[in-house]
């Protein structure tokens, strides 16, 4: 059964302290894994995709990069507009859907 | 930019009683999803829609849901005889090849009393 894990659960940040979040994932095939954040209310809003390992992407302060076992989200001298929960999905090979996991819920404090 | 849009927000429900979500994909997507989020859960996926009719659904989607593309441009979910613990945030994606991100709505508050 493919799996999603995150950490941390939550992440409490002073604005300019850079962090890691980590997902790591269990599926058989990664067809690609998927970052997206999700604000209180809201869908999740696409950030990044990544295919194989040793990609990275870059969008801002946010870099993802991916090993076979884990993907990491960098965040950068982090601002208070970046406080949101941020979720990792996978997609399998043979399938369609996405498997996500809980989330890590960020705080940038000002 | 082109993105997805749910009605209504909010819907609240009599349990028992048959409810309909609505979602109005991206225009030039082809491929169609029904998520649902429970208070403070995961996302978890229940259905996937492409070339009109059914390409995936997860054990959540029973006899009791349905979905459809009626015409063009929107795509719903029907849920027939709704309980308590259908309680939740359903979301409509979409994307345009089956190894592009999806594209989320914001999303339906669905509350069964």
């Known amino acids: 059964e493919d799996q999603v894990t995150q950490s941390p659960e939550a992440l409490r940040l002073q604005e300019g302290e850079s962090s890691s979040l980590n997902c790591s994932y269990t599926?058989?095939?990664?067809?690609?894994l998927f970052w997206y954040r999700q604000d209180p209310g809201k869908g999740p809003e696409f950030l990044f995709t990544l295919y194989s390992a040793g990609e990275e992407k870059e969008k801002e302060r946010l870099k993802a990069t991916l090993t076979k076992k884990e993907s990491f989200l960098h965040i950068t001298a982090p601002k208070p507009e970046d406080s949101a929960t941020y979720l990792c999905a996978v997609q399998a090979y043979y399938g369609q859907n996405f498997v996500f996991g809980p989330g890590t819920r960020l705080s940038v404090l000002p | 930019e082109p993105e997805v849009t749910q009605t209504p927000s909010h819907q609240v429900t009599q349990m028992g009683q048959e409810v309909i979500l609505r979602c109005v994909p991206i225009s030039n997507h082809l491929y169609f999803y029904w998520y649902r989020q429970i208070l403070g859960q995961k996302v978890e996926f229940l259905v996937s829609?492409?070339?009109?009719?059914?390409?995936?659904k997860s054990e959540i989607f029973d006899d009791q849901f349905s979905v459809e593309r009626p015409d063009g441009s929107n795509f719903t979910l029907k849920i027939r005889s709704t309980k308590l613990e259908d309680s939740a945030m359903y979301f409509c994606?979409?994307?345009?090849?089956?190894?592009?991100?999806?594209?989320f709505g914001d999303g339906t508050r669905l509350s069964i009393l």
């Open positions: 994606a979409s994307r345009r090849e089956s190894n592009q991100p999806q594209h």
């Open positions: 829609f492409y070339n009109n009719e059914i390409s995936e």
């Open positions: 599926v058989s095939g990664l067809r690609g």
